[in-house]
């Protein structure tokens, strides 16, 4: 798809790296990217560029990293690359004075269905909701985030293995692709919007903090392992143990099966020292798979008991 749009893309993870790809190679007209400025990282605290910089710099885009989006010379700058049209993939809340700038609006690539899951996690906690679909939204912004007119939406079924990593990857392939056919439709006149229904029982997906991740087992099986799903790889579901010594430690909790077990109080802890660690729940218990202990490596199960005695033994 060949596109005369001149286009400003805005987003700074990897998830906005796929859309933009997409949009080269349809050979759609990028004058210019907008990211977060680059931020210290690691040990060194070295400045780190974002995952949209890094491939914008290899594909000669011209890069803007401004710390405030109301800053005047950042908004000139703006104005000098004459966009056509902005498009939006996970950056952050525009003020009006930007996303009003170009023409033919500013659109963004929801990783939900809207309405359902406005926010700033939807992909966790469609997962965590148990939902068994989602998809990607397109859609113009407006004041309000994420109540914009909606220009298109893809489907995809969450599978029961599923997880926030894969899931993700799945949304990315299928937003990046949602992103070009949107631009095809507006440059050839053919938006045909929806307004989103506020008369649906909303689910909302706001940030998650490290306190949310903690593992309630006083919830069904089901629901621990929804909880761990959609928090995986990151931020990660986590919980206390304690070793044949007293000491407690926090296990971040990767994946984990429904297990049989007699009725326990939740949160009981049961293993074998070998092959199985389990924490009763409401209705059962489940049975962790992959965990990590603060400072050490992800590890399956059987390689965390190799060195490590819940004091339940």
Known sequence: MQSNLR???MGTPEFAVEPLRRLLDAGCNVVGVVTMPDKPQGRGYKLQPSAVKQFAVERGLPVLQPEKLKDEGFLQQLRDLRA???????????PEVVWNMPPKGTFNLHASLLPQYRGAAPINWAIINGETKTGVTTFFL???????????QR???????DDAGSLH??????????????????????????KQDES???????????????IDFDQSSE???????GLSPYPAAFTEIEDEKGNVHTLKVFSCEIANADAATPGTLSSDGKTYLSFATRDGAV???????????????????????PKCL
């Open 169 to 194: 990857d799945k949304l990315m392939e299928l937003g990046a692709q949602a992103v070009v056919d949107t631009v095809g439709l507006i440059e050839n006149g053919n938006v045909c919007l929806q």
């Open 84 to 94: 056509d049209l902005q498009i939006v993939v996970a950056f952050r809340m525009l």
């Open 223 to 229: 629901n621990v392992r929804n909880f761990v799903r």
């Open 7 to 9: 286009i400003v893309y």
């Open 287 to 309: 049975s962790v798979k992959r965990v990590q202990l603060s400072g050490k490596k992800p590890m399956d199960i059987t390689d965390f008991l190799r060195g490590f005695r």
């Open 155 to 161: 489907e995809v079924a969450i599978d029961g293995n």
């Open 200 to 214: 649906v029982d909303l689910k909302p997906a706001p940030k998650i903090f490290k306190p949310d991740c903690r």
């Open 142 to 152: 407006k004041h309000e985030i994420d109540t914009g007119d909606i220009i298109l």
